[in-house]
């Protein structure tokens, strides 16, 4: 049974930092795409950032050169470091998995239960 447990998520400042953590069982998790997806009140799940079995990471837009996302094999957890928040990364953050590539949302079809990040000014 595959179960993904984030946590980590906080209120903090603007320009504060966070790091995201998830902690995956139940599947070869070294084999599997990950990713960090976020959910504002209001809006569309997005793509916040992704890393694949071969350690290639992919990053949205709006937060390349402030998140960073990583594995660890060893311990089958993945993290996202974040820095610089802004008050528009307030969100619930999810972290998925899928066995393809992972290049679309639609792929992911195992999902954490989210963890809320809240940045204020």
């Known amino acids: 049974q595959v179960q993904l447990v984030e946590s980590g998520g906080d209120s903090v400042q603007a320009g504060g930092s966070l790091r995201l953590s998830c902690a995956a069982s139940?599947?070869?998790?070294?084999?599997?795409?990950m990713g960090w997806f976020r959910q504002a009140p209001g809006k569309k799940r997005e793509e916040v950032a992704t890393?694949?079995?071969?350690?290639?990471?992919t990053y949205a837009d709006d937060v390349k050169g402030r998140f960073t996302i990583s594995r660890d094999n060893a311990k089958n957890t993945l993290s996202l470091q974040m820095n610089s928040l802004k008050t528009e990364d307030t969100a619930v953050y999810y972290c998925?998995?899928?066995?393809?590539?992972?290049?679309?949302?639609?792929?992911?079809?195992?999902w954490g239960q989210g963890t809320q990040v809240t940045v204020s000014s």
């Open positions: 998925a998995t899928t066995p393809t590539s992972g290049e679309f949302q639609v792929e992911y079809n195992y």
């Open positions: 890393i694949d079995a071969y350690g290639t990471s």
């Open positions: 139940g599947y070869p998790f070294s084999m599997f795409c």
